[in-house]
């Protein structure tokens, strides 16, 4: 798919930003892993969490937090998406932020909070140990740098989805929040 070709350009930076060295550079005013979120958006100073009406889940139940770029982003864009195999995460996130029946932009209509991890990227296949710690690393920039994060994760952490690549995907991570793995292992460890 393009996405593969392009890294971490998602949705041709949504037309508010350029695509430069792999990533998306937002024009002033703009935010997100696709430029799509206004900076000044009401939505980013609210910090209650509702579940919507029934019409408001129709139009998109899951909002997508842009983890700050130490915690994956910077590496998978230096290394590239790797074997096909490991480009899951990167289709998946792709494929989130395209599709307006799944994604809100709004986080107090979202029933869910997809948090792209870039795991792979950033420590490799086989990192059991490290895997716990890149969770926690994530979790706690994200609470620090995002009011929304804060609030959504301690208001209700197993409402967030978290993507993990490698053989022993999520298994040493605290349980709670959804883990969507992909090329785990099908063999006892």
């Not at 889940?57 to 997508?64: D, K, S």
Request: charged letters at 15%; one cysteine or more.
């Amino acid at each position: 798919p393009e996405i593969y070709r392009q890294v971490a350009c998602f949705r041709h930076c949504a037309h508010h930003g350029v695509c430069r060295q792999q990533r998306c550079h937002c024009n002033a005013g703009w935010t997100g892993l696709d430029c799509s979120m206004p900076v000044d958006s009401p939505q980013k100073d609210r910090t209650r969490v509702t579940n919507g009406t029934a019409h408001e889940q129709m139009t998109g139940f899951t909002y997508v937090f842009s983890p700050p770029g130490a915690n994956g982003l910077n590496s998978l864009v230096r290394h590239g998406p790797g074997d096909s195999v490991f480009a899951a995460e990167l289709i998946f996130t792709h494929r989130i932020l395209g599709d307006h029946s799944l994604r809100t932009m709004d986080p107090t209509k979202a029933k869910l909070f997809f948090v792209p991890t870039w795991l792979y990227h950033t420590l490799g296949n086989q990192v059991v140990a490290k895997t716990a710690n890149h969770f926690r690393s994530l979790v706690e920039a994200l609470t620090s740098s995002d009011p929304i994060f804060n609030y959504s994760w301690s208001y209700n952490a197993s409402s967030h989805v978290f993507f993990f690549l490698g053989d022993k995907g999520a298994c040493t991570v605290p349980q709670g929040p959804i883990f969507v793995t992909y090329w785990g292992l099908t063999v006892p460890w």
